[in-house]
């Protein structure tokens, strides 16, 4: 079992930065796929960064170039540094651990960008 919990979100104005944490707690951190997700209110949840346990990152085609994935297996989290912040990134946050057969979530951590 892992639990998850999201912190540093809040408001922002445009053009600026913000850095989320996601602290997991339980065995074996490090052999999980960490993944950052975000829902929009009326939008379905979408993938915005993952990092595998390898340390091989993706990011949404809207994020790139703004936002930085990272990963410390001694303190379980995995961070999420964004910047450039455009009101579009408005939207509440989500940590997620993924290995075969597993899937866990965090609670969601809001971000709002104000223009």
């Known amino acids: 079992q892992v639990q998850l919990v999201e912190s540093g979100g809040g408001l922002v104005q445009a053009g600026g930065s913000l850095r989320l944490s996601c602290a997991a707690s339980?065995?074996?951190?490090?052999?999980?796929?960490m993944g950052w997700y975000r829902q929009a209110p009326g939008k379905q949840r979408e993938l915005v960064a993952g990092?595998?346990?390898?340390?091989?990152?993706n990011y949404a085609d809207s994020v790139k170039g703004r936002f930085t994935i990272s990963r410390d297996n001694a303190k379980n989290t995995v961070y999420l540094q964004m910047n450039s912040l455009k009101p579009e990134d408005t939207a509440v946050y989500y940590c997620?651990?993924?290995?075969?057969?597993?899937?866990?979530w965090g609670q969601g951590t809001q971000v709002t960008v104000s223009s």
């Open positions: 997620n651990a993924l290995l075969v057969g597993l899937n866990y």
């Open positions: 339980g065995s074996f951190f490090s052999i999980y796929t």
């Open positions: 990092i595998d346990r390898g340390g091989i990152t």
